[in-house]
């Protein structure tokens, strides 16, 4: 199996780290972060020009049908800059929601404004009181003459602030089923949120909300591989940031003078700077897993993508919040400061660990699948 990249994900990581570097520095992202909606439209039309929003959308949809491996080269770099554009939430959640259960007419409707950087979308999953219960929505969908109406809240919506449509989930006579969702919907309110990391949310409520149902045959089996890839999506993203946030705080170590030598002439500073290297390919690879993961293929394969998913989350989660809370401690007081990019790094690295799943959530769902690799008893014979 060759692990490493080929040559046109080798040139999508080149041309997009040099468009960051130039273009999503540090002052540029500030000036987004500050503005109204806390988005670059400009930059988000740059990123669909490079064929980044319809990267695994189908040809025939106006996409680039690529496969998750770009995805993951595209939100390591992102993570590298914090863009604070809501890919996840529209080129990864909601395009993959649409093309897993939309019908052909939902399709062609949706998604080539995905690609051309027209249209946003959101998945709401999340509800108040459920604790990530994603399969569980409390909220329900009542059938309407041909249509459905939906009433209940969703909380937590990732790109929910900005999404022109929503993946919604609901119980409809019993069964867990997917809805789509306009913005500008009767009913709908909607209130948009900051997090922590800067990036964009929302709560929304329904009120008897026009709907269109989606076709999932299994809606739980396509939320399940939805989320799978939203995982593994933020995964890499946590990789690009850890790696930004070490290389800046070796940098750090080196300039930083303290009686009159470099604070990383410490001995304990470079054993802890040589730790969070090696904890930085322990997630590296643990990310490179779930993205073989989600793009393994043939039986057995969707069991063990989600088992082998929420594993590498766990180390990726704990390894992002170890990095985050060393790279600050080293930096000192400059590091706690909304000058100082390195914070930024910290912030969105503590949101990744808290988003879609928590550390206790995820080892509980592990344990109850059984554990990464299947346990049997030793032959003693």
Do not use: C
């Amino acid at each position: 199996m060759d692990l490493e990249l080929n040559d046109i994900q080798q040139e999508l990581a080149s041309t997009l780290g040099k468009y960051l570097r130039t273009e999503y520095d540090t002052a540029a992202r500030d000036a987004i972060l500050a503005s109204d909606e806390g988005i670059s439209r400009e930059k988000w039309q740059q990123f669909a020009e490079m064929g980044l929003t319809g990267l695994t959308i189908p040809e025939g949809y106006g996409g680039a049908e690529m496969t998750f491996a770009e995805v993951a080269v595209v939100l390591e770099a992102f993570g590298r800059s914090l863009v604070l554009e809501p890919f996840v939430a529209t080129a990864v959640l909601g395009a993959n929601a649409v093309l897993l259960a939309g019908s052909e007419e939902q399709k062609q409707a949706i998604l080539p404004g995905v690609a051309e950087g027209q249209t946003f979308l959101a998945v709401a999953a999340l509800e108040p009181g459920q604790r990530y219960a994603l399969a569980q929505p409390s909220t329900t969908a009542t059938a309407d003459g041909d249509g459905v109406t939906l009433s209940g809240e969703k909380n937590g919506v990732l790109g929910g602030d900005v999404a022109d449509h929503f993946i919604v989930t609901a119980v409809e006579n019993g069964e867990l089923g997917l809805f789509l969702v306009a913005a500008d919907a009767a009913g709908l309110t909607r209130v948009a949120h900051r997090q922590a990391d800067g990036l964009g949310s929302a709560s929304l409520r329904f009120a008897d909300t026009p709907a269109q149902r989606l076709n999932a045959a299994d809606a739980r089996a396509v939320l399940d591989e939805v989320f799978d890839l939203g995982n593994a999506a933020i995964m890499a993203e946590a990789v690009g940031a850890m790696e930004a946030s070490l290389t800046m705080t070796a940098e750090y170590l080196k300039t930083r003078e303290q009686f009159g030598a470099p604070i990383g002439a410490n001995q304990a500073l470079q054993h802890r700077a040589a730790d969070l290297y090696a904890d930085l390919e322990y997630a590296r690879s643990m990310a490179l897993f779930a993205r073989l993961a989600v793009t393994a293929e043939g039986e057995g394969a969707e069991k063990d993508r989600h088992r082998d998913v929420i594993a590498a989350k766990i180390v990726v989660d704990s390894t992002s919040r170890h990095v985050a809370q060393e790279s600050i401690q080293m930096h000192g007081g400059i590091g706690m400061t909304m000058e100082y990019p390195i914070g930024h790094y910290a912030k969105r690295l503590t949101v990744i660990s808290r988003t879609f799943d928590d550390a206790d959530s995820l080892t509980a769902e592990l344990a109850q699948i059984g554990g990464l690799i299947e346990p049997h008893a030793a032959d003693l014979s």
